[in-house]
């Protein structure tokens, strides 16, 4: 899981509805992978700031902090809610997993695994 700083969060736009989503990312310049992505306040962890955390549906061989994430949100999956236990809140998160695979295998989604935003020219950084 990678976590958006505080920053990044505050330039996302302030009418991206909070919940579940799924799409593309990619860090650095390594391979683009399917991804989910929480966008609120996680109210099982009662957060007082809203955060955007990225699941990369991916096992990287190391940490990958300090570099680029670059994202594309292709689609919607639900709303964020309250869970009465961690062990329903994991559940939850893998069916959000299996959702988001399925989707992405969609040629309408797939397609844009492959779009120039992820091949960007070095040191070209964009913010939208």
């Not at 920053?7 to 860090?27: H, L, N």
């Not at 399917?34 to 990225?54: A, Q, R």
């Not at 329903?88 to 779009?115: M, Y």
Request: aromatic letters at 12%; proline letters at 5%.
């Amino acid at each position: 899981t990678a976590n958006f700083s505080e920053q990044v969060v505050e330039s996302f736009p302030s009418d991206i509805p909070t919940g579940i989503y799924y799409g593309w990312a990619c860090v650095g310049n390594g391979d683009v992978h399917k991804m989910v992505l929480s966008i609120g306040w996680n109210p099982f962890y009662k957060n007082i700031k809203k955060s955007v955390e990225t699941h990369i549906i991916h096992t990287f061989k190391e940490d990958f902090y300090g570099e680029i994430l670059s994202i594309v949100i292709t689609g919607y999956i639900r709303p964020e809610k309250n869970f009465d236990s961690l062990d329903a809140l994991i559940s939850a998160i893998q069916e959000d997993i299996e959702e988001a695979k399925r989707q992405l295998d969609l040629p309408e989604h797939l397609k844009l695994k492959e779009d120039n935003f992820f091949h960007l020219p070095e040191g070209k950084i964009t913010n939208n």
